[in-house]
């Protein structure tokens, strides 16, 4: 079955930008990702606060080069990998950005690339030098491509020889990840281990190989991410109902989780959303 691509785009004096998604090909193993890709131009500089959200980040850049910046340091990026993480960064680019961007699961990345994640964790790896394969050069191949359609064809071909190559997830670590997820982090990290019959040490270990974070700040960037999620929709729910809702003592406890995760508190985030800010709140 055809998958469906939709592009979207804006037009606007000084800037510019155009968004095509299609879901990848159903004979790929790893489904839980969507092929997002992108072409802007900004005449001023643009940044943009990444907080942590339980996604291994793939990019396959064929525009101008990026700046990453956060707790963990600075660098120039153009196709990198960006590992499962509880600090934040922000990017700043200034030109033309395009590219085909990737938000894995930590299992999914670790099937695709088939290196341990635990390497990835909080670290944003150029793509080439990870050695693997299929990845080599293919921001430069989908640069070459005529469109939208024809490159998220080439992804379906290439990540389908690629993930053959790749080792075989242990199925108690995606049982693990299963039951974090679906519990917005909320299952207690003994509670995981018991279940599974392992001691606390080993589950933990065998859990950041294919994960990257150990269970417990995987739980508290999974909560967070919920948080996120219900700040930024539309409803109408005070932060401290937030708080309540995703297992936080009170709304001082979000307050302290998002200076600690995103540098900020909420209010700040919020603000920084608004049209015509630059998208990095103001630290406090």
Known sequence: MRQTLTITGHEGEGASWEMAVREPSPELAAGSFRYCGYEEHSLEPVSRLEVPHGRVVLIFSFGDAIELGGPAGESTQRSFVAG?????TVTRYRGRQAGVQLDLTPLDAYRLLGVPMRVLANEVVPLDDLGVRWARGLGERLAEQPGWEARFALL?????????EAPPVDRAVAWAWAQLARSHGGVPVGALAEEIGWSRRHFVSRFREQVGLAPKPTAQVLRFRR??????????SSISD???ACGYADHSHLDREFRRLAGCTPS???AAREPGRNGVAAEE
């Not at 379906?156 to 053959?164: I, K, T």
């Open 84 to 88: 499962h993480s509880d600090q934040r």
């Open 156 to 164: 379906d071909d290439v990540l389908g020889r690629g993930q053959g």
């Open 227 to 236: 948080a996120v999620g219900l700040l930024r929709g539309t409803g109408a």
């Open 242 to 244: 937030i708080a309540a």
């Open 268 to 270: 700040s985030y919020l």
